[in-house]
């Protein structure tokens, strides 16, 4: 069965992300050329159809770029990962704790039909908890940002007041300071 996936893919492949694969237009072409000029040209096509389709199924390049295309995770896994890891490790616990929390109540809601299509919904809400989690860090983030940010400049106020009591300025640069 998987060297079939490598025949499939290789039959509808499309390089450069066009939106036809281009061996279409060539079957198209035989299959024209075979219904009007003559048959042998249906033999030729399906021959080099072939001939095509084994060759790039069995290119190591071909079959490596298939592989991972596979291989490729889940966006939504993909997002998991990223907002957990975004997460303080005290923030990470609270998450593992709903989740396991959530766990405990899918096997409950599992048990019966009529509750199980209420998995859903606590699914969305473990979702929505984790995006409030990473949602609240870099709210925090920006709140201590803010306040390193106003210390910094309570010092520098700090120091433009103590050069203007200094008596030794000139009448610019006091002007300039106020």
């Known amino acids: 069965m998987s060297e079939m996936r490598y025949w499939w893919k290789a039959f509808v492949a499309r390089p450069f992300d066009m939106p036809i694969p281009p061996n279409f237009f060539g079957l198209a072409a035989f299959g024209f050329l075979g219904a009007f000029l003559s048959p042998g040209f249906l033999a030729l096509g399906v021959g080099l159809e072939v001939a095509y389709l084994a060759w790039l199924a069995n ?13 490729k ?22 998450q593992r704790n709903i989740e396991a929390r ?4 899918f096997a409950t ?18 979702w929505l908890h984790l995006r409030l989690l990473v949602a609240r860090q870099a709210i ?13 400049l309570e010092a520098q106020e700090a120091q433009i007041v103590e050069r203007l009591d200094s008596a030794d300025l000139s009448h610019e640069l006091r002007r300039s300071l106020e």
């Open 59 to 71: 290119s190591k390049r071909f079959r490596a770029s298939v592989d991972a295309g596979v291989q």
């Open 73 to 94: 995770a889940d966006p939504v896994d993909q997002r998991y990962v990223g907002f957990v890891a975004q997460l303080d490790s005290g923030q990470q616990q609270r």
């Open 102 to 105: 959530s766990r405990e109540i």
């Open 109 to 126: 809601l599992g048990k019966s039909p009529m509750l199980q299509t209420h998995v859903e919904s606590l699914e969305q809400l473990v």
């Open 140 to 152: 925090a983030g920006v709140v201590a940002t803010a306040h390193s940010e106003h210390a910094r």
